[in-house]
């Protein structure tokens, strides 16, 4: 009989080519407002001065350097970046963000077909084992798509996802969502397959968990979660079918020993994540413990986002939300962690009744194990809700269902339509406000008035505009709401620079101060970055502030900071004054702090060159040549770059000799 109603229910294709069409066309639709916005937070340091990326030929040599310029994760996230180099490839520069934008929202249209295809072997799965009401879709093949389809534009739709699509950057997580999404349809493809006794299940297995696990993990880390995803489906869906029906088969102290061999493997993994991540918490101004405390109550915050979608509680900042410093710092920090042990209990309890609200659950946490627990990430991200959404969505819809079969009131399922044209509409919303730099700013302020980086955004927005006196007033503001962060005060300074309007005594004296203090998060470092640049063009009256911030950090700080940088830093200062022997000193003590850093060694040879010292400048491009081919990051384009400038130079001076 079983058999007999499967056939039935594979038999709509139009229905599945529909429902697919419907989520692509509607991921399209909700998001060309923001097409042409701007790029945001990590896609500067990632993408906009990566050189790696900016391909003007394609070769494997030059592809690999692209995959692996990133230093995020262990494994670098090489598919993701080479996506990013072909997107420059094909576009031929960063200036307009579109194309990279376009590519991101075929991905995530992509993802709403797959979720709408997962959901629905979840649900036939469900259907064919008659569990938690779901039986009654065993008969109606429409109705096993409608609420597929239904479920799946949920997502698709849902406003929590902008910042996975029209934040350039995280096509790390929509691509990495992307090979799991695949991994685990092949796993339910595999699994039918062995209880139905056909060929190659397995095979479809290992394809999915190993073959796109790995890919996806390559595209960011987060895709090895893979693997407890495919156990909790396994224990949802396939229970009481081998191997899990052998447990059952156990004895009582073989279960214990298999219990306690696991909990030996779990606790020594995370003991080894807990080794790997430390070193990481030396840029932050928050503890582990601090951390996972935080991000208690931040699983709430996530959880009210899915839920009860309000547009004004959105936002790429959040660094407005509190940090809990202990159990009742700030006071809904216990009930928070009560409230996330009484939801996983619930889960648990229903999960023989209800396996998808059990599954749904467990799928949201699962989800965000690694993001956001006790490895040295910011605080809050609504793009590490991409795929955890899911679950809790899933969840809604057991509730829905439930409550339908038990007031006999199959109309309740009227609610999905109304919910996926309400969560559109406050998706093309947000899409709107993501349209341009400036409107983007602003709503980020109007919505996150206590947020830092808001009005530091908005800040370095109206200085692009010359709008210099405001630009200032908003960093003002920006550095009174987070005491410790550096970067607004740097970006003062290059606003002063810029407009010639002076900064107070306090001002000028609490740049350093929170330089020697602060540590060089990445922020600040980017800032830096920035201050380095202008050195050359509109700040050139900085380059002894600069060269005083550089020695009192390297002399006082009380933090661990990047040396090389720093010396580097003082290299540049010194060489913009003219003090070209202490530069070079400078730039020797960066070089041999960081043999890899191959900056302060091209800093030298600009100075033989300025000096018209060319045999030194062959001497400096020698070391370069040698350096690199030991590096991370070979920089072959610009060593030929200087070598060609170097042979110029002598053919110019060979001749004006002969003159």
Request: aromatic share 10%; glycine share 6%; hydrophobic share 45%.
């Amino acid at each position: 009989m079983l058999n007999m109603d499967n056939d039935r229910l594979k038999h709509s294709y139009l229905w599945h080519l529909a429902a697919a069409v419907t989520c692509l066309v509607l991921a399209v639709v909700i998001y060309l407002p923001g097409l042409s916005g701007p790029y945001v937070f990590d896609d500067t340091p990632n993408l906009l001065i990566n050189d790696y990326i900016k391909l003007n030929h394609l070769s494997p040599d030059s592809l690999y350097q692209a995959g692996y310029s990133l230093k995020a994760g262990p494994l670098q996230r090489p598919i993701s970046m080479i996506s990013f180099a072909l997107n420059y490839y094909f576009a031929g520069s960063f200036d307009d963000s579109t194309p990279y934008k376009i590519t991101n929202v075929a991905v995530h249209a992509a993802n709403g077909m797959l979720v709408y295809w997962f959901i629905y072997l979840i649900l036939l799965r469900l259907a064919l084992n008659r569990n938690g009401g779901w039986d009654r879709l065993r008969h109606s093949p429409r109705k096993l798509v409608a609420l597929s389809a239904g479920i799946a534009l949920l997502w698709t739709v849902h406003p929590i996802q902008l910042t996975s699509v029209l934040y350039v950057v995280q096509r790390m997580v929509s691509l990495s969502a992307l090979f799991t999404l695949m991994g685990l349809i092949c796993y339910l493809k595999g699994r039918q397959r062995m209880i139905d006794g056909r060929s190659h299940g397995v095979s479809l297995i290992l394809l999915g968990i190993l073959g796109c696990g790995t890919l996806g993990a390559l595209s960011k880390e987060n895709a090895v979660l893979i693997i407890p995803l495919a156990l909790i489906l396994e224990i949802a869906l396939f229970r009481n079918a081998a191997p899990l029906s052998y447990w059952q088969r156990l004895s009582a102290r073989q279960q214990h020993i298999s219990i306690a061999l696991l909990g030996l493997f779990s606790a020594a993994a995370l003991a080894w994540f807990i080794h790997y991540t430390i070193p990481g918490y030396s840029t932050r101004t928050f503890s582990m413990s601090e951390r996972m405390l935080t991000e208690t109550r931040v699983m709430w915050f996530y959880l009210s986002l899915i839920l009860l979608p309000q547009l004004d509680r959105y936002g790429l900042n959040h660094d407005d939300i509190a940090l809990s410093t202990s159990l009742l710092t700030p006071w809904t920090t216990l009930p928070a962690v009560l409230g996330i042990m009484a939801l996983l209990a619930i889960g648990f309890l229903a999960w023989k009744r209800h396996p998808l609200f059990g599954f749904g659950v467990l799928w949201f946490f699962i989800g965000h194990v690694l993001e956001s627990s006790f490895i040295a990430l910011e605080l809050v991200h609504e793009h590490r809700n991409y795929l955890p959404s899911l679950g809790i969505l899933l969840a809604m819809a057991d509730v829905l269902n439930a409550l339908a079969c038990k007031l006999k009131f199959s109309r309740l399922w009227a609610l999905v339509p109304v919910l996926v044209l309400t969560f559109a509409a406050v998706t093309a919303i947000r899409s709107t406000q993501w349209s341009d730099m400036y409107t983007f700013a602003r709503f980020e302020v109007l919505h996150h008035p206590e947020s830092a980086r808001a009005h530091g955004y908005m800040g370095w927005v109206m200085g692009q505009h010359r709008e210099y006196a405001a630009a200032l007033e908003q960093m003002r503001l920006a550095a009174q709401l987070n005491p410790d962060e550096s970067v607004y005060l740097i970006n003062m300074h290059i606003i002063s620079a810029q407009s010639g309007i002076p900064l107070t005594t306090h001002e000028r004296a609490e740049a350093v101060n929170r330089l020697v203090h602060g540590g060089l998060t990445g922020s600040t470092l980017l800032a830096l970055q920035t201050l380095d640049k202008c050195l050359s063009i509109h700040c050139q009256g900085m380059l002894p502030v600069v060269e005083s911030w550089t020695r009192t950090v390297l002399n006082e700080s009380t933090t661990n900071i990047d040396r090389s940088y720093y010396y580097y830093l003082l290299g540049r200062s010194l060489s913009g004054q003219g003090r070209y022997d202490e530069a070079i000193e400078a730039l020797r003590q960066a070089s041999d702090l960081d043999p890899h850093y191959l900056h302060p060694l091209f800093e030298i040879a600009q100075i033989d060159i300025v000096r018209h010292d060319l045999l030194k400048a062959e001497r400096t491009l020698a070391e370069l040549r040698k350096a690199n081919n030991n590096a991370p990051y070979r920089r072959d384009s610009d060593i030929e770059l200087l070598a060609r400038h170097i042979e110029e130079l002598k053919y110019l001076s060979k001749n004006n000799t002969n003159g």
